[in-house]
């Protein structure tokens, strides 16, 4: 059947069609042009989360913590200094066995 315009049903239908398909397009690349524009101002204004459950600290509380801290440093102070390394099969291996005959003994075991 033929229009007013000279055209059928179904050119009309894809008229409609492809003007409903531009207007969905439209619609999106607004939308997202304007989360883009927004997005910037709630990065400037974001609220700091992290530092919502964070109290200062009282002077006593302060004090505490220098207190808890300088015992902290003089017990590691009193610790003895480590001396050199300690092999504990030592006397099992004995003190000359070679590193590297080791590696070899275990190749030629197979």
Known sequence: MMHEHGKSDSAIR????????????RSTV???MIVAMATPVCAQTAPNFAAAG???????EV?????????????????PDQKGKVDPWGNVRGATAPASGQNQSRSNSK
């Open 14 to 25: 894809a008229m409609n069609l492809n003007a409903q398909r531009r207007n969905t397009v």
């Open 30 to 32: 607004l939308a997202i």
């Open 54 to 60: 964070v109290k200062l600290k009282t002077d006593v």
């Open 63 to 79: 004090k505490q913590e220098q207190e808890r801290e300088a015992g902290y440093k003089s017990g590691v102070s009193k610790i």
